[in-house]
């Protein structure tokens, strides 16, 4: 769970001890669902969000090409200052699978500085996985700090599928 939600939900007085005692977690687990809104079992196993949870070295990978799937802008990933910011966590080759992904209806203007590129994507993305339909799915916004921020309509799931597949 990113840092940012431990303190939205109240609970930052509780993350190390989370961390350092197994015998706290499933506890502090049944808190966080509470404080999340979440009742009853916990939500059936969902492929993808085992994947992500699984691959941690791709996941902010992942996250930033939803958010910018999300963002519909491919002069993001076309114009050399945004593709220089994003190899912090997009290879170059990931980022011309990302390109080649992009549906062609795309199109629209960059807005942003290069700078706040990565950071406006990774929330994005966490905004995108926020709304998703599938429980579990959803639940892994929590990887990533806590974002009020845009998401398009329709659904993550076939986008995720795909950028799961091929970055």
């Given at each position: 769970?990113?840092?940012?939600?431990?303190?939205?939900?109240?609970?930052?007085?509780?993350?190390?001890?989370y961390g350092r005692?197994?015998?706290?977690?499933?506890?502090?687990?049944?808190?966080?669902?509470?404080?999340?809104?979440?009742?009853?079992?916990?939500?059936?196993?969902?492929?993808?969000?085992?994947?992500?949870?699984?691959?941690?070295?791709?996941?902010?990978?992942?996250?930033?090409g939803l958010g910018?799937?999300?963002?519909?802008?491919?002069?993001?990933?076309?114009?050399?200052?945004?593709?220089?910011?994003?190899?912090?966590?997009?290879?170059?080759?990931?980022?011309?699978?990302?390109?080649?992904?992009?549906?062609?209806?795309?199109?629209?203007e960059a807005r942003?500085?290069?700078?706040?590129?990565?950071?406006?994507?990774?929330?994005?993305?966490?905004?995108?996985?926020?709304?998703?339909?599938?429980?579990?799915?959803?639940?892994?916004?929590?990887?990533?700090?806590?974002?009020?921020?845009?998401?398009?309509?329709?659904?993550?799931?076939?986008?995720?599928?795909?950028?799961?597949?091929?970055?």
């Amino acid at each position: 769970m990113a840092d940012d939600w431990w303190h939205r939900l109240d609970l930052s007085a509780w993350q190390a001890a989370y961390g350092r005692h197994a015998a706290l977690r499933p506890a502090l687990d049944r808190l966080i669902a509470e404080r999340l809104g979440h009742e009853g079992v916990p939500p059936p196993d969902d492929a993808c969000a085992d994947r992500l949870l699984a691959e941690a070295d791709r996941r902010d990978a992942l996250c930033v090409g939803l958010g910018l799937w999300a963002m519909r802008c491919p002069d993001y990933l076309l114009l050399r200052p945004f593709r220089q910011t994003l190899m912090a966590t997009l290879s170059q080759q990931q980022q011309t699978q990302l390109l080649a992904l992009f549906p062609r209806t795309h199109r629209c203007e960059a807005r942003l500085a290069p700078p706040q590129l990565a950071t406006v994507a990774r929330q994005s993305g966490a905004a995108w996985l926020a709304r998703a339909d599938e429980p579990a799915l959803a639940l892994c916004r929590l990887l990533w700090p806590h974002s009020t921020g845009p998401a398009p309509d329709g659904p993550v799931r076939p986008v995720l599928d795909k950028l799961v597949r091929w970055l």
